[in-house]
């Protein structure tokens, strides 16, 4: 019997690619759903939650979809992968759209990046540089390089949530981990052999 790994869909994020990439590297006669159906998210095995675009589209899209209840419980209960927007709304709150406020799993701000002389949005493959050793790391070497699309990065109140960190001026978290869930700011569907083994490392992980 195969897993069931749902991909949530409030309308928001590269849904296709996302999914098509985690069919790639799921086992056989593992089911991979694009879904917004909360009883199906409560009863899958596992939960990949990607979105892109601004903060308070993304809450409300989720809000319309009546799925906040069922993306935190399976924050809580299952092997969880946030991807970019996915991360951020974990947090508190966000300062885009002159302040937004988020779904609170993780207390924490998300910011805008500071005025470095780089190019905001921060935009295409940038080193990711792992923070201890997590499963998910497995087989990638410290340093590679993935995707990444975003203006916003995340200031988690606990230092001991960052599972990665990247240079873009600044010195900001590309990865948090707590328990069952992993959520990363660039986008593993778009970063090639690495991302794709990120994504089996998902698949396959058992916190």
């Excluded at 905001?120 to 540089?129: D, E, K, R, S, T």
């Excluded at 900001?172 to 690495?194: C, L, W």
Aim: aromatic share 10%; net charge negative; hydrophobic share 40%.
């Amino acid at each position: 019997m195969g897993q069931r790994i749902a991909v949530i869909d409030y309308g928001m994020g590269n849904l296709r690619s996302v999914s098509k990439a985690v069919e790639h590297v799921a086992g056989q006669g593992d089911e991979v759903r694009v879904t917004d159906d909360p009883a199906y998210i409560s009863a899958a095995d596992r939960v990949v939650f990607p979105g892109q675009g601004a903060a308070r589209d993304c809450m409300a899209a989720i809000g319309q979809h009546h799925l906040g209840q069922a993306v935190l419980q399976a924050a809580r209960e299952k092997p969880f992968l946030g991807i970019c927007m996915g991360l951020q709304v974990l947090l508190d709150h966000s300062e885009e759209n002159g302040g937004t406020p988020l779904m609170g799993l993780y207390p924490g701000n998300v910011v805008r990046f500071p005025n470095t002389g780089l190019k905001v949005p921060h935009m295409g493959w940038n080193q990711v540089l792992p923070v201890g050793d997590h499963p998910l790391w497995t087989g990638i070497e410290p340093g590679s390089r993935f995707y990444f699309v975003h203006s916003y990065y995340v200031v988690p109140d606990d230092p001991g949530l960052k599972a990665a960190e990247t240079d873009y001026g600044i010195c900001f978290p590309s990865a948090i981990a707590n328990a069952n869930v992993f959520a990363v700011q660039f986008h593993p569907e778009k970063s090639a052999d690495n991302g794709l083994r990120l994504l089996r490392n998902f698949v396959n992980w058992k916190p």
